[in-house]
């Protein structure tokens, strides 16, 4: 009887097979922090957006309390200011936004009577593209973003 010689050790087969399943452990290790990372610049941007238009609501409001406003301000800003979310003018890569409000004098009479007070309905939103958080394709420059704010004012007259 011959007896067979074994190899202890490991052999081509087995590296390779290691190899296979740490590269595919690693592709999806990396694709889950692609997108975990675009999902955090999405959110940034967002909080960004929002901080911008609650400085610009209050703004408006402050303007709407001191009752300095001029009747084209009360007509509103359709047109918006430009802002940058993320950057400057001058930068490579950069967000732009868009501040737009709307300002409407309601009449005295509420469902609980009249008033002796004025009172405005103030609107205030934000509108941006962000082409980081998007898959380039056809469709990537036409999804816009948007968030809007709205309250109800009454001012007193001293």
């Not at 087969?13 to 595919?24: C, D, F, H």
Request: aromatic content about 10%.
């Amino acid at each position: 009887m011959i007896a067979k010689k074994t190899y202890s050790g490991i052999g081509f087969i087995e590296v390779m097979t290691a190899t296979v399943i740490i590269s595919i452990a690693a592709v999806g290790l990396l694709m889950g922090v692609v997108h975990a990372r675009g999902e955090l610049h999405a959110l940034e941007v967002k909080e960004r957006a929002s901080e911008e238009l609650l400085n610009y609501m209050e703004y408006w409001k402050g303007r709407i309390a001191d009752g300095a406003i001029s009747p084209s301000e009360l007509a509103g800003d359709l047109e918006g200011d430009e802002i940058y979310l993320v950057g400057s003018a001058q930068s490579r890569y950069k967000i732009r936004a868009k501040l737009y409000y709307d300002i409407r004098r309601l009449n005295r009479n509420t469902d609980h009577g009249s008033t002796d007070f004025k009172r405005y309905e103030l609107e205030c939103w934000i509108k941006w593209y962000d082409y980081l958080a998007a898959p380039p394709s056809r469709y990537s420059g036409n999804v816009s973003k948007e968030r809007k704010l709205s309250t109800i004012m009454s001012v007193f007259e001293l």
